[in-house]
């Protein structure tokens, strides 16, 4: 695929003055993030009331221009351009977000391959804070790859930001040394999903792809209101996933129905399975994909990470296949910096606590952690990777007389370390080394005899996990032989079924793309209840399919919002989101609604239409300023 880039008035630049050590090149790449209209927020940014997002995380048109020299050439601040894109840009994170050095969240106007990544739209600019050897989230991905599943690819950058603090300043600064990385997401290149469509109706057509997340809600995200029982609220912890795939856009009634349904769901169908089921292990793999999670619980058992199995923690389910775990994402705090650790984290969380009860699982576990241990997760292997990957971040930190310092070519670090970058990185070395020690210890004891201490007391529990018959107790003195009888499972091919036809989309109200009050978070402000979850914020909503809100005095079913600001749930593009607010207000109007609803009809398709012109206006720009480069930057450090 050709490298298409825009290139501007920036490229024409003065040449370099000649001397020993010019401090603004770098041997990493170059990102530049320059806002074109209006500069990214601050602290002081002008916040609306509540329910509302972030003003922090507000989007702003910009330009990233890329400078990545191949060939050993340095990358210097006033060179030539390799690319410049088109995209939106904001600040990203939770507690991150008032940090100083800011993480920040792109998503280009259209598919590119940024920074040699294959081509996609949305990338982070995760800037290490906390982390002082900059390595943690690299190494995480690395080794997540290593068990041949998909984990974003990661390169090291320095990142300057036009800030535009004074409106003749245009001066690009210098934020730091950051990593640039995809954002996990369900396209070929990435995650790989089938896609869902209205023309869906079949429960084998509506089994995927499906994709959510575990973390606290927030403003705009988009979370199943699961039916609350017994299995759901112990194994699933009572909490609500958020949906990341499919866009909120393009899920219809149906969808919805399927999915939280207790007869249909992946999610109520797996707890309900782990409540009553246990003595009937061969049906795991029915629900879950054993390797992946097994995949993903030693990974997260050796990174220490102190968010595991329950905040960041991705699943997916492609149709006709079971739920898989996984990506993995966000390792600030892993790896020795959130503590060590000499005991199994899994043991506090009740779901993970189960799934060690099942014979296979149990099984795999100490299979799949000798034959990682025996290839890419050796300690030549682990080490190797940490120290060349260390070496560039090395090179460059050893200009700085405060290498922790927002200085050109230092990292910008606000960790509480006064020991050197090597330090961190050695630190980082023995942490992940001994944490693997420990397991190599501890491993081989997950064949035991079980009880509602060890399996959690629910429903009936066999009496060992040696086996299907869990009278079976042979593990117990030859663990090798049982562990090595399961087979474990080769990782799934991504994107293995095609999208439904739709020439067959029926004309149903269910069957059409809308948005559901009662899946829009309004974001969790208040423990008064003031401020609701759902329903915009002012209402409330059952559980299971087919809800609706009950709205607070003064606010109108069907979302209950205030009128002058409906929620737009995350998921779709920043183009897309004019047509989001249509969908909330559209679903179910009332009669006594549609006065009301024909006037922000009309106010809506003036500002599409004022958008569709812009965006004519921006490709013609565009025409003047394209150019396309034969060869495209080749995949170099960090990103296999």
Known sequence: MKFSTLLSGL????????????????ELPIVIVSPTSIKLPTETCNQPRFPARDCMKDAVPANIEVID????ILNCLDGNRTAIYTANAHYRGQSSLHFSKHQIGIELDEDNELLGFPADRTFVLNGPTVDASLIRNHLAHWMFRATKRYSPRTRHIVVFVRDRLGDDDWRPRYRGIYLALEKIAYTPNRVGLTQLNGACQSTEELSGGWAWQNNPLGYGDYSPNLVTNEATGLFGAGARPILTFPEPRTITQSMRDYFVSPETGPLPRL???????????????????????VDYFLHSELSMNSDAYRRSTYFFKDRGQPINAGPVWDFNLAY????????????IHTFWKRLTCNYKFASLVQQRWVQLRSTTWSNESITSFIQTSGEPLRRQLMKCHDWKSDNLQCANVEAKTTGSFDDEINGVVNAVLERAHWMDSNVFGFYQALNSTVCVAAGEIPAYNCAADGSDKGCLATPSVYSNAVAFPEPRKPMTAKACDMSKVSNSTI??????????????????????????????????????CTCKIGHHPPTCARIDDPIIPHGGFVRDGEATQ????????????????????????????????AAHQRRRERKGLLNHFDNKVSLRYGTS
């Open 336 to 347: 020795g910096l959130g503590g060590y650790k000499t005991t199994w984290m899994y043991t």
């Open 69 to 72: 020299n191949a060939d050993g």
């Open 582 to 613: 249509y969908l909330s207000l559209s679903k179910n109007l009332s009669r006594g609604n549609v006065y009301n609803f024909w006037l922000i009809l009309c106010a809506l398709s003036a500002v599409a239409v004022g958008i569709g012109l």
């Open 11 to 26: 490229i024409a630049l003065r040449a370099i003055p000649g001397s020993a050590f010019d401090n603004s090149c770098f």
């Open 511 to 548: 069957d059409k793309p809308s948005i559901d009050p009662c899946w829009l978070s309004a974001g969790v402000y208040m423990s008064d209840g003031s401020i609701t979850p759902f329903c915009s914020g002012y209402g409330f909503c059952p559980e299971g399919p087919g809800a609706t």
């Open 271 to 293: 707890y309900q399975y782990l409540y009553d089921n246990m003595t009937q292990p061969d049906g795991l793999e029915k629900h879950i994909d054993i390797g992946s999670f």
